[in-house]
């Protein structure tokens, strides 16, 4: 069992920067996928970055490319989104999931494991 607890939300003009942080309990996090997920009101949960056990492979969706950067450190049981050159569509609930199943780690589908969310709102 992983339960994970987001933080470092909040409200940032456009342009600006935030980092969240996902802090894993349980001693299997290290062989967990982990993935950044966000809901915007009426919109379905999208899938923003992804990253293996080790680190090693990352994904991201082509509208954060460039600009957000997930990694891990699996001595401190976390994951971090780092969200750099925020715009306003980029306004939404944050959630990361964790799952240690063999997966591509890229479908909502393949992870068991939910933080509560952390709000992001970027103004214009």
């Known amino acids: 069992q992983v339960q994970l607890v987001e933080s470092g939300g909040g409200l940032v003009q456009a342009g600006g920067s935030l980092r969240l942080s996902c802090a894993a309990s349980g001693r299997t996090f290290s062989s967990y996928k982990m993935g950044w997920f966000r809901q915007a009101p009426g919109k379905e949960r999208e899938l923003v970055a992804a990253?293996?056990?080790?680190?090693?492979?990352?994904y991201y969706a082509d509208s954060v490319k460039g600009r957000f950067t997930i990694f891990r450190d699996n001595a401190k049981n976390t994951v971090y989104l780092q969200m750099n050159s925020l715009k306003p569509e980029d306004t939404a609930v944050y959630y990361c999931?964790?799952?240690?199943?063999?997966?591509?780690?890229?479908?909502?589908?393949?992870?068991?494991?939910w933080g509560q969310g952390t709000q992001v709102t970027v103004s214009s």
């Open positions: 990253i293996t056990w080790r680190g090693g492979l990352t």
């Open positions: 999931a964790g799952d240690g199943r063999v997966g591509t780690g890229l479908a909502r589908s393949e992870y068991d494991y």
